[in-house]
């Protein structure tokens, strides 16, 4: 079979249920295989390897020195473990990192700082409903302050991705609300957000709409800068953010992206799977008579759950409203990572893309902290540098 017969047999075994089958095809692919016309079937599951497939505990996330395979994404509703059968023929970390140890349930001290707030509330809309979990800063006193949401990756929760990124810490110094929208495991079994989705590519419809439902109520119910409102997140999470730039760009002024992928380059789980593990293709751009919202995007270059060239998608679809100048910066974390940091501006001078690419980091969050999951310590700090992006921009005068 020719690749592109492979995904289309691969897209009609998805929509019949037949995941499975489904991921053998594509993993035969992405592995240079060919395809066989039956993947074997046994008993409860497939083994593809003649053994039963793995099964990834994915609430690890202190670094050791081992060689497992903390986090796979994205997911649907079915058991992780169809998400490891890719992986396995790899023969690697997933996430680019050493392997992980469970750690202690998440303390106060690891989410928010002293003197501040970290309140959990909800949302509905006949979309449906999602909890969210709001940072107030201890200086807010009623006077507009600038709001940030934060979209988690699969496997984790608001604390665990607050514990991780520190982005309540860096918001307390900033005078910032963030907000992060939590994915239940009923929308999805690993609580990845659906960004591969077309139902939840589209404004006004599915997850979209909830999380800009979460932005507004919070917009209602305090003061907040309203030209100053940002969104970004980590893999799924971080494909979700560039989702919502395409069909919100009048709400979001800035986004954020570490470790996604661009929107529009998948529209079906066997789509994303490709797009996961060799970039996407030549992706239509949702929404051309749109402006573009200015980027932030950090990427590994060792990232083996997310190809490194999706980040650079990511600024293709976002340059392609905007006449720039390009510079090239680089740099090296003492005792971290290298990294080499391009910045697209305008017209006028002003920084409107920004690329990182992490030399030697994988699938984690750039100079997170070993509190939450899938982080990577040495930098360069990708929260407190993502932030000051943000604050730079603001929307236009209507």
């Known amino acids: 079979m020719l690749n592109q017969d492979i995904i289309r047999e691969a897209t009609r075994l998805t929509r019949a249920g037949q995941l499975v089958e489904a991921t053998a095809l594509l993993q035969r692919m992405l592995g240079g295989d060919s395809a066989p016309d039956t993947p074997s079937r046994s008993g409860s599951g497939i083994a593809l390897t003649g053994r039963e497939p793995l099964i990834i505990d994915a609430k690890a996330n202190r670094i050791e020195e081992t060689d497992n395979h903390p986090q796979l994404e994205p997911a649907t509703s079915q058991p992780r473990r169809l998400w490891a059968l890719l992986d396995r023929k790899k023969g690697r ?26 309140i959990e509330s909800m949302y509905s809309s006949p979309a449906g409903s999602r909890a969210y979990r709001l940072f107030i800063p201890s200086r807010y006193q009623e006077r507009p302050l600038p709001l940030v949401v934060m979209l988690h990756g699969c496997n984790q929760s608001p604390d665990d991705f607050a514990a991780g990124t520190r982005m309540n810490f860096i918001a307390e110094e900033q005078d910032c609300f963030v907000v992060y929208p939590a994915q ?7 609580k990845c957000w659906n960004w591969f989705r077309t139902a ?4 006004g419809r ?19 800068d309203r030209k100053r409102v940002y969104v970004g997140g980590l893999s799924a999470g971080a494909a979700a953010a560039a989702v919502m730039g395409a069909t919100y760009n009048d709400l979001y002024a800035a986004i954020g992206i570490h470790s996604g992928l661009a929107c529009g380059v998948a529209t079906d789980l066997p789509s994303a799977l490709v797009a996961m593990r060799q970039g996407g293709p030549n992706h239509k751009v949702i929404f051309d008579d749109r402006p573009s919202v200015p980027t932030i995007v950090f990427h590994g270059d ?35 990572h290298a990294y080499t940091r391009t910045i697209l501006s305008d017209a006028s001078g002003r920084g409107m893309l920004e690329h990182w690419n992490i030399h030697g980091a994988g699938h984690a969050w750039s100079g997170g902290s070993p509190a939450g999951s899938y982080t990577d310590p040495r930098g360069p700090d990708a929260t407190r540098e993502m932030l000051r992006f943000f604050l730079q921009h603001s929307l236009p005068d209507e």
């Open 206 to 224: 599915g997850e979209p709409s909830l999380i800009a439902g979460i932005t507004r109520q919070i917009m209602d119910d305090y003061l907040v």
């Open 302 to 336: 060792r990232d083996t759950t997310v190809h490194p060239g999706n980040g650079g998608q990511i600024l293709e679809q976002s340059v392609r409203a905007v006449s720039t100048q390009k510079t090239v910066y680089s740099g090296q974390v003492p005792g971290g």
């Open 184 to 190: 239940p495991s009923q929308a999805n079994q690993a």
């Open 200 to 203: 939840d590519q589209q404004r």
């Open 93 to 118: 970390s997933g996430i680019g990192l050493p392997g992980v140890i469970k750690r202690a349930p998440l303390s106060t001290p690891d989410i928010v700082p002293e003197g501040a707030r970290f």
